[in-house]
């Protein structure tokens, strides 16, 4: 299978705001209905077991609304593991919802 990259509509600047928020909030009810957020946990908690004395830094590319690292980070919260969490995005409003939804979180 050939891959194919293109241009994303979600990328778009001129995207309507109101349709830019209704798709990170699908992507973000996809997240939690999907075994992705288990998967990524399972791997970062094994690996701050097996690396104690060292702080994990993560970055998520393309983090849309925050909301994996946001549930990723509060858990190493209570689990005691020390953790630097960061998210980009190529799209200015995806940040925005992103620390507006962090801070409600």
């Known amino acids: 299978m050939k891959r194919v990259r293109g241009f994303e509509l979600m990328d778009d600047p001129d995207l309507d705001e109101q349709l ?5 909030y ?17 791997r970062i908690k094994s690996c701050a077991q097996n690396n104690p004395e060292q702080k994990l830094k993560i970055l998520d590319v393309a983090t849309g609304i ?15 593991i020390d953790l630097e969490i960061s998210g980009c995005d190529i799209s200015r409003r995806s940040i925005t919802l992103a620390e507006d939804y962090a801070t409600k979180s």
Do not use: Q, T, V
């Open 20 to 24: 830019h928020r209704e798709a990170l």
């Open 66 to 80: 925050g909301d994996l690292p946001i549930k990723i980070w509060k858990n190493a919260e209570k689990e005691g």
């Open 26 to 42: 699908s992507l973000m009810r996809l997240n939690s209905l999907s075994d992705l957020y288990e998967e990524l946990w399972n």
